[in-house]
């Protein structure tokens, strides 16, 4: 990951074999209240453009918020990804107790 400060925004990059494009989109989403974020696909990295919403913005700051919350995604998605077996478990396991699920079918 690397940031530069340009004369329209502040450029961040991620590493395209690291981070997911998802991740950055949700982290982008997250951010929203403080800044803009456009992406852009240049060889093996993501380019970030970041337009803060506040002139006086601390742009170094926004460059640390962006990568701590595309972090932050991307752990989210991994975890989801771990537990989505055993998460799947549990919903079927609850859906069974309901009756839904039943396989008989009502007479007429």
């Known amino acids: 990951m690397t940031a530069e400060q340009g004369v329209d925004g502040t450029a961040v990059t991620f590493d ?5 494009l998802d991740a ?7 951010v929203a209240d403080v ?4 992406i852009a696909v240049g060889g093996d990295k993501y380019l970030c453009t970041l ?12 460059a640390h918020r962006i990568r701590s919350e595309v972090i932050d995604q991307t752990l ?4 989801a990804a771990q537990t989505e077996p055993l998460r799947n478990l549990i919903f079927a396991l609850a859906f ?3 009756g839904l699920a039943d396989t008989e079918t009502p007479s007429q």
């Open 16 to 20: 395209r074999m690291t981070v997911d």
């Open 35 to 38: 800044m803009t974020v456009d």
């Open 76 to 79: 989210r998605a991994r975890i």
């Open 96 to 98: 069974s107790q309901t």
């Open 24 to 30: 950055l989109q949700r982290a982008a989403y997250a």
């Open 51 to 62: 337009f803060p919403r506040d002139s006086a913005a601390d742009r170094d700051e926004l």
